[in-house]
Nanobody, 120 residues
Framework: QLQACGGGSVQAGDSLRLSCSASGRAFSNYNMGWFRQAPGKVREFVATISWSGAGTNYANSVKGRYTISRDNAKNTVWLQMNSLKPEDTAVYFC???????????????WGQGTLVTVSS
């Protein structure tokens, strides 16, 4: 089970930190990822991190602004989001068990999502 939290309403340029807590499985063995879905759009890859934390991958749209990290001892993955833009507005989901490349359909386990709203 994955539980995402930390979303909210912010102004452009602000920062937010999303958290994803995992329970019930050995998620420390899985690649983890963050994805987002804006209204009327398909779910898209944001960032992924390898099971060890040694490898990360980012969508071009967030590269340099977002940072994904994990602590396997705490069964938690974070997404630090800086310099937020209105186009970052979406429901953000954490997921586990897929490819580091961030292919949405490769991910097996999904959290419920947390809404991020960025106003200009």
């Amino acid at each position: 089970q994955l539980q995402a939290c930390g979303g909210g309403s912010v102004q452009a340029g602000d920062s937010l930190r999303l958290s994803c807590s995992a329970s019930g499985r050995a998620f420390s063995n899985y690649n983890m990822g963050w994805f987002r879905q804006a209204p009327g759009k398909v779910r898209e890859f944001v960032a992924t991190i390898s099971w060890s934390g040694a490898g990360t991958n980012y969508a071009n749209s967030v590269k340099g602004r977002y940072t994904i990290s994990r602590d396997n001892a705490k069964n938690t993955v974070w997404l630090q989001m800086n310099s937020l833009k209105p186009e970052d507005t979406a429901v953000y989901f954490c997921a586990a068990g897929g490819a580091i490349t961030g292919i949405v359909t490769s991910y097996t386990y999904w959290g419920q999502g947390t809404l991020v709203t960025v106003s200009s």
